[in-house]
């Protein structure tokens, strides 16, 4: 079992605030040397927030910041740089069109006279890479070369400043499985050779797989920090959400589907820059079935998603809705027609923010004469049903009368599916349907999903997270650059067969989907 006997980090009453909002309160952490410490927590608890204190973009308010033994103060990061810590930021700070090599060592260039060095710099981005076991083309451009080789390039970036303390915000967020076992395997590596790792998650499987210790986040405030040796997914997840949770898996055994709802046939769009991001798309979902789309983002779900729903216009295919032709006919028309849509943004595609949660009821379908006459909303009608609405689908609010804004995320989110549901449509498009929300709110939604479905409604569901694609769906298909390129029978968990056909190897045996990308 490793020592870690030696501090190198001891984070010590942090406290921040933004105006009123209080991010962190005095919260403590402390890092060893070779130790992979997890910070967990829900979105918005606070996790970055510490990090970016701690890499020197904020400073604390109160509190105080311990390095190797030594107290001090982080101004920038800069400062931190010297310090010996990096941050390996969710959204990557990659200049496109440079070189791995010429990324890696921007702001520290090996010079020959006033020009780069560019053998220098590929010679030493070459020894570094192997060094960690994170082999990298030292000459390949950043726009050509995948998500993950980005990560990596952005690892090697901070230890080529000389990081012994790193910060990983969110790392496993948009990569394949494999993807994500190969930075799993880098951070055990790094760690062998003493470096000192912080990941900010909140996912509990990949704490268990990584962490030495775990320390819990719960809106700004430190919960306990724990071995992993000592606890497990569980307790985690009670810790992050302060109450107790179900965990149990639903029984896929008995699965009838009924008839054919949804028909996507030859589906192609085309993008900004003229090149088809949807390729021929068809696929097919039944009454009873939940049918989840998995894939990296950016590969055509959002598209797949406003071209069946009637937002976005398609060059060429078909959409058909319980066998009505709706293809590119408008949304009020195919929501008519029995689509309820959660959108993958609640506050852009979802609500209006600033009206209140009865306005926000009736947002689709404000015009049908129950709810009002010449262009006159009926307020008890609209009330009359908010209420009800609330009571069914839980939603925890002071008043039917409060804005949208007011509510919590998942809050919001129960008020979406209420509005969706009572519609009582033939077919649930849920995108992202827990994005943010705490691990209470994530079972009530997949509880109430569940429930359409044996309702026998048709769901499809398109989701960035395999634990969800697994626990919901009867069937999944892989998208990957605008084409559905593969399909997994979702009762048997194949997670190196899915991540493989979300990097795009086609090639598989048993594959059931045809060249032209039709389910």
Same mark, same amino acid.
């Given at each position: 079992?490793?020592?870690?006997?030696?501090?190198?980090?001891?984070?010590?009453?942090?406290?921040?605030?933004?105006?009123?909002?209080?991010?962190?309160?005095?919260?403590?952490?402390?890092?060893?040397?070779?130790?992979?410490?997890?910070?967990?927590?829900?979105?918005?608890?606070?996790?970055?927030?510490?990090?970016n204190?701690?890499?020197?973009?904020?400073?604390?308010? =109160?509190?105080?910041?311990?390095?190797?033994?030594?107290?001090?103060?982080?101004?920038?990061?800069?400062?931190?740089?010297?310090?010996g810590?990096?941050?390996?930021?969710?959204?990557?700070?990659?200049?496109?069109?440079?070189t791995?090599?010429?990324?890696?060592?921007?702001?520290? =260039?090996?010079?020959?006279?006033?020009?780069?060095?560019? !053998?220098?710099?590929?010679?030493?981005?070459?020894?570094?890479?192997?060094r %960690?076991?994170?082999?990298?083309?030292?000459?390949?451009?950043?726009?050509?070369? *995948?998500?993950?080789?980005?990560?990596?390039?952005?690892?090697?970036?901070?230890?080529?400043?000389?990081?012994?303390?790193?910060?990983?915000?969110?790392?496993?967020?948009?990569?394949?499985?494999?993807?994500?076992?190969?930075?799993?395997?880098i951070?055990?590596?790094?760690?062998?050779?003493?470096?000192?790792?912080?990941?900010?998650?909140? /996912?509990?499987?990949?704490?268990?797989?990584?962490a030495?210790?775990?320390?819990?986040?719960?809106?700004?405030?430190?919960v306990?920090?724990?071995?992993?040796?000592?606890?497990?997914?569980?307790?985690?997840?009670?810790?992050?959400?302060?109450?107790?949770?179900?965990?149990?898996?639903?029984? !896929?055994?008995?699965r009838t589907?009924? =008839?054919?709802?949804?028909?996507?046939?030859?589906?192609?769009?085309?993008?900004?820059?003229?090149?088809?991001?949807?390729?021929?798309?068809?696929?097919?979902?039944?009454?009873?079935?939940?049918?989840?789309?998995?894939?990296?983002?950016?590969?055509?779900?959002?598209?797949?998603?406003?071209?069946?729903?009637?937002?976005?216009?398609i060059?060429?295919?078909?959409?058909?809705?319980?066998?009505?032709?709706?293809?590119?006919? *408008?949304?009020?028309?195919?929501?008519?027609?029995?689509?309820?849509?959660?959108?993958?943004?609640?506050?852009?595609?979802?609500?209006?923010?600033?009206?209140?949660?009865?306005?926000?009821?009736?947002?689709?379908?404000?015009?049908?004469?129950? %709810?009002?006459?010449?262009?006159?909303?009926?307020?008890?009608?609209?009330?009359?049903?908010? =209420?009800?609405?609330?009571?069914?689908?839980?939603?925890?609010?002071?008043?039917?009368?409060?804005?949208?804004?007011?509510?919590?995320?998942?809050?919001?989110?129960?008020?979406?599916?209420?509005?969706?549901?009572? /519609?009582?449509?033939?077919?649930?498009?849920?995108?992202?349907?827990?994005?943010?929300l705490?691990?209470?709110?994530i079972q009530?939604?997949?509880?109430?999903?569940?429930?359409?479905?044996?309702?026998?409604?048709?769901?499809?569901?398109?989701?960035?997270?395999?634990?969800?694609? %697994?626990?919901?769906?009867?069937?999944?298909?892989?998208?990957?650059?605008?084409?559905?390129?593969?399909?997994?029978?979702?009762?048997?968990r194949?997670?190196? !067969?899915?991540?493989?056909?979300?990097?795009?190897? *086609?090639?598989?045996?048993?594959?059931?989907?045809?060249?032209?990308?039709?389910?």
């Amino acid at each position: 079992m490793a020592d870690f006997s030696e501090e190198v980090v001891r984070l010590q009453g942090i406290t921040k605030r933004f105006g009123g909002f209080v991010a962190n309160e005095s919260v403590d952490l402390q890092l060893h040397r070779g130790e992979i410490h997890a910070l967990l927590g829900e979105n918005g608890a606070g996790k970055s927030t510490l990090m970016n204190i701690l890499f020197g973009l904020y400073q604390p308010d =109160e509190g105080d910041i311990w390095i190797h033994g030594r107290k001090t103060v982080i101004h920038g990061a800069a400062d931190a740089i010297a310090l010996g810590i990096g941050m390996v930021h969710q959204h990557f700070k990659l200049v496109q069109p440079f070189t791995v090599a010429e990324n890696i060592v921007l702001g520290n =260039e090996p010079r020959r006279g006033i020009s780069l060095h560019y !053998k220098r710099a590929n010679d030493n981005v070459k020894e570094l890479s192997e060094r %960690y076991g994170m082999k990298v083309d030292p000459e390949a451009v950043i726009s050509d070369i *995948t998500v993950g080789m980005q990560q990596r390039v952005e690892i090697l970036k901070t230890l080529y400043r000389g990081a012994d303390i790193i910060i990983l915000d969110e790392p496993t967020a948009v990569l394949t499985v494999q993807e994500i076992d190969d930075l799993m395997q880098i951070v055990r590596n790094l760690a062998a050779e003493g470096k000192s790792i912080i990941i900010i998650t909140h /996912k509990l499987r990949e704490v268990m797989a990584i962490a030495h210790t775990v320390t819990v986040i719960r809106r700004g405030r430190l919960v306990r920090t724990v071995r992993t040796a000592d606890t497990d997914e569980r307790q985690l997840a009670e810790l992050m959400v302060g109450r107790e949770v179900q965990m149990e898996a639903r029984d !896929k055994n008995n699965r009838t589907f009924g =008839e054919v709802v949804l028909e996507v046939q030859g589906l192609r769009l085309k993008g900004e820059q003229g090149r088809d991001v949807l390729d021929g798309i068809g696929l097919q979902v039944r009454a009873g079935e939940v049918l989840g789309i998995a894939g990296v983002d950016g590969n055509g779900q959002s598209e797949l998603v406003f071209a069946i729903a009637g937002m976005r216009k398609i060059s060429e295919g078909s959409v058909k809705l319980d066998g009505k032709d709706v293809t590119n006919a *408008t949304p009020r028309t195919i929501s008519h027609a029995g689509l309820g849509h959660i959108p993958e943004d609640r506050h852009k595609h979802g609500l209006v923010l600033d009206f209140t949660l009865s306005e926000n009821m009736i947002l689709n379908t404000y015009y049908l004469p129950q %709810y009002g006459r010449s262009g006159f909303i009926d307020e008890k009608a609209m009330n009359k049903l908010a =209420e009800s609405l609330v009571r069914e689908f839980d939603v925890r609010t002071s008043g039917i009368d409060v804005p949208a804004r007011a509510l919590s995320g998942g809050n919001q989110q129960k008020a979406i599916i209420a509005r969706e549901m009572v /519609k009582d449509p033939g077919l649930i498009i849920a995108v992202q349907p827990t994005r943010g929300l705490d691990i209470g709110a994530i079972q009530y939604v997949h509880s109430r999903l569940l429930q359409a479905k044996e309702e026998g409604k048709a769901i499809l569901l398109i989701s960035f997270e395999l634990d969800e694609l %697994y626990a919901l769906s009867d069937t999944i298909v892989v998208m990957y650059e605008g084409r559905l390129v593969g399909e997994v029978d979702a009762t048997h968990r194949d997670d190196e !067969k899915l991540g493989l056909l979300m990097s795009g190897h *086609t090639d598989l045996s048993n594959g059931k989907l045809a060249k032209g990308g039709t389910r």
